[in-house]
C-alpha cells in the first residue's frame, strides 16, 4: 500500500516537520550473512552510523580509478548524457551517474569483494546497485552539498520501502579539513526527519544541482548535531566511507586548491527493492534509481579482482 496509514516515514505532506525513530534494523540478519568487518567495526557502524577503513586500495589502483573518472569527465559521449550533471552556474561536472554500467574498471569495482562483502554483511542479504556516480569537487570552485539523508529522498521520490541501503564513498584523493570532505552526524541514523513541501515532478533535474525539497528543517538538524555533533571523513586517498542510508550528511564548498573526487556507490538489499514513489510522483530515470531490473551484483573472484 503507498497510504499515509501505512508509511512509517512520512515526508513531504501537509503537516510541519517531525523527527519519526527509526522503526528498521541498522545491521540485519545479526551481522552473520558474510563475514567481512570485526565485531569491533560492526558496533562502531551500528553505533554511529558510519564507518571509515583506511587503506582499503592502493596507490596504484587508486590511480587508475581517478584517471578512469577523468576521462569520462572528459569524455564528450559521456558529458552530453543526461547522467552528467554540471555545477550550478558552470559547465563544470559535478558529477556523473551510473558509472557502473559506464565503465568497465568502475563496474569491476562495484563487484569488489572488498566492498560487497561489508555491504551484504551489513545488509543481511544478497544486494544489487541502486545509484552510482563518480563526484567531483575541483579546488577553488567545487559547490557544497547541503545536509539530508539520502533515505528520505530514495523513500518519497523513489519508492524505497526500508532503511535497508547503505552507501560507499571510495576516496579518489586525500580528504582534508579544508578540501571540502563529507561531513556526517553521528547517530542521526536512528532517527528520521519528515520534511515539509509536496515535491514537484521531476524535481531531480533541480535537485542534482542544488537540492530545495527534502532538506531537513534548521531546528531537527541542531538537535541531531546536539546530541552527536558533527564527524568529517578526513582521510587518504585510498580509503572507503561506508554509511546508512539514513546518516545526516553533508560536505561543505571546496575553496582550497586540493580538488576532492570520489566514487559512490548505493548497495540496496535484493529484500528491499523499489516500490512505486509516493504521492504519485513520476519515477525519476534509471541512471538515478535503478528500477527496470534487480540484479544481485555477484562478488569479482580473485583472479578477477587481480586483472582488474
Not at 565485531?39 to 571509515?52: C, P, T, V
Not at 582499503?56 to 543526461?82: C, K, N, Y
Not at 569537487?137 to 535497508?164: A, I, L, N, Q
Not at 575553496?255 to 510522483?281: D, H
Amino acid at each position: 500500500m503507498n497510504t499515509l496509514a501505512s508509511d512509517l516515514y512520512v515526508s513531504r505532506n501537509d503537516r510541519s516537520s517531525a523527527i519519526i525513530a527509526r522503526r528498521d534494523p541498522v545491521i540485519y540478519e545479526q551481522g552473520q550473512y558474510a563475514d567481512a568487518l570485526t565485531s569491533e567495526q560492526a558496533q562502531s557502524y551500528e553505533r554511529d552510523g558510519f564507518l571509515m577503513l583506511e587503506n582499503v586500495f592502493g596507490p596504484d589502483e587508486v590511480q587508475a580509478l581517478l584517471d578512469e573518472v577523468g576521462r569520462m569527465s572528459a569524455d564528450p559521449s559521456i558529458t552530453g548524457l543526461e547522467e552528467a550533471i554540471t555545477e550550478p552556474g558552470s559547465d563544470a561536472v559535478r558529477s556523473i551517474f551510473r558509472v557502473h554500467e559506464l565503465s568497465d574498471r568502475l563496474a569491476r569495482l562495484a563487484r569488489d569483494p572488498r566492498l560487497i562483502h561489508i555491504a551484504r554483511q551489513i545488509l543481511g542479504s544478497e544486494v544489487y546497485m541502486h545509484q552510482s556516480r563518480a563526484n567531483m569537487k575541483p579546488g577553488f570552485k567545487g559547490k557544497e552539498f547541503y545536509w539530508h539523508s539520502d533515505f528520505e529522498t530514495w523513500h518519497v521520490e523513489d519508492g524505497m520501502p526500508s532503511m535497508r541501503a547503505l552507501s560507499c564513498s571510495v576516496l579518489l584523493t586525500d580528504n582534508n579539513e579544508c578540501n571540502g570532505p563529507l561531513m556526517l552526524v553521528p547517530g542521526s541514523h536512528r532517527q528520521f526527519v519528515s520534511c515539509q513541501g509536496r515535491t514537484p515532478d521531476e524535481h531531480y533535474k533541480k535537485s542534482l544541482k542544488q537540492q530545495e525539497y527534502g532538506v531537513p528543517d534548521p531546528i531537527s538538524l541542531r538537535l541531531l548535531v546536539e546530541q552527536g555533533g558533527i564527524r568529517p571523513m578526513v582521510g587518504k586517498a585510498g580509503s572507503v566511507v561506508f554509511f546508512d542510508c539514513n546518516t545526516m550528511h553533508g560536505s561543505n564548498g571546496n575553496i582550497s586548491p586540493w580538488p576532492r573526487a570520489n566514487v559512490f556507490m548505493v548497495y540496496n538489499s535484493m529484500e528491499n527493492t523499489l516500490q512505486p514513489p509516493k504521492y504519485g510522483l513520476t519515477p525519476r530515470p534509471e541512471h538515478i534509481a535503478t528500477r527496470r531490473r534487480f540484479d544481485a551484483l555477484t562478488p569479482l573472484a580473485a583472479e578477477a579482482l587481480a586483472a582488474a
